[in-house]
């Protein structure tokens, strides 16, 4: 699925494509998954945001737009969640399931697997949207600070809680393995020491910002293998250190990489370089 650093990706390739133009009709036929859609219908994208895993297009109305150009206010937001294989092209194809036409021509969004969603709400209405709602801060934003140590005092198994999106947003299947590599934390180990969360910290803003950089990971050959619509895929497959590596050498010890199953997810790590702490009554 998707994570902070390839919404981010798609966010910059799309937004030469938006930025400033109207759109003319959003077709679909699927209502239930692309909600209240046709509210965007003759609105100007005046800027494309991301909270999380959330893509954002700012609309306005396409008159104040022109007006005000892109310092105009918003009074909608266009929100995409990619889902497990959504991404935008420039053609359309057996698996588009939305067309995005604008008055620069037609953007199409291909989800081979179709858990992608869309809805326009009112900025900031997202009681449709729980996650979203009770998302924490931006990983490379100054509202994540080192004071979240006061949280992981008290979380549980710490994958799970990172995969939540409410201690940091945008952290995935992925990026928690690196992370938790990274800072030396057991998957599963349970309220964090503030030397232990310090470490997390760190490596989330060291992991996420590599990611981005990277125009995050591609994995595997198939369909719905993430990429952009220019054709480019990302590059930080090439720097995962535990992720899909299970049985391999750590790159830190050489201990053999362990696959196991946390949350439901499979979860990649060093049971030398990560040791799970016993905790004392």
């Not at 494309?48 to 150009?69: F, I, N, P, T």
């Not at 929100?79 to 604008?102: A, N, P, S």
């Amino acid at each position: 699925m998707p994570e902070l650093p390839e919404v981010e990706t798609t966010r910059r390739k799309i937004e030469p494509l938006l930025l400033g133009r109207t759109i003319l009709e959003v077709q679909h036929d699927a209502p239930h998954k692309y909600r209240d859609t046709h509210l965007a219908a003759g609105r100007r994208v005046t800027g494309l945001s991301r909270r999380g895993k959330y893509l954002m297009l700012h609309l306005a109305a396409a008159e104040a737009a022109h007006d005000q150009g892109a310092d105009s206010p918003h009074d909608l937001e266009f929100i995409v969640h990619l889902g497990m294989t959504g991404g935008f092209r420039l053609e359309g194809g057996k698996h588009t399931r939305v067309t995005l036409r604008t008055d620069a021509g037609d953007l199409y969004f291909d989800d081979p697997r179709r858990f992608g969603k869309m809805a326009v709400v009112r900025p900031g209405e997202y009681a449709g949207m729980p996650t979203l709602a009770a998302m924490g801060p931006e990983p490379l934003s100054d509202d994540f600070r080192e004071d979240f140590a006061a949280l992981a005092a008290q979380a549980g198994a710490v994958k799970p809680w990172l995969l939540s999106q409410k201690p940091v947003s945008g952290v995935g299947n992925i990026y928690a393995d690196e992370s938790l590599w990274l800072a030396g934390l057991h998957p599963t180990q349970t309220r964090l020491t503030r030397d232990e969360a310090g470490r997390l910290y760190h490596a989330v803003r060291d992991v996420m910002g590599r990611a981005v950089e990277a125009g995050g990971s591609s994995l595997g050959k198939g369909e719905g293998n993430y990429r952009q619509h220019d054709g480019l895929s990302g590059l930080f497959q090439h720097a995962h250190n535990v992720y899909g590596k299970g049985g391999e050498p750590c790159p830190r010890c050489g201990t053999p990489i362990e696959k196991s199953v946390v949350a439901q997810r499979g979860t990649h790590h060093c049971p030398q370089c990560q040791p799970l702490r016993r905790e004392t009554v």
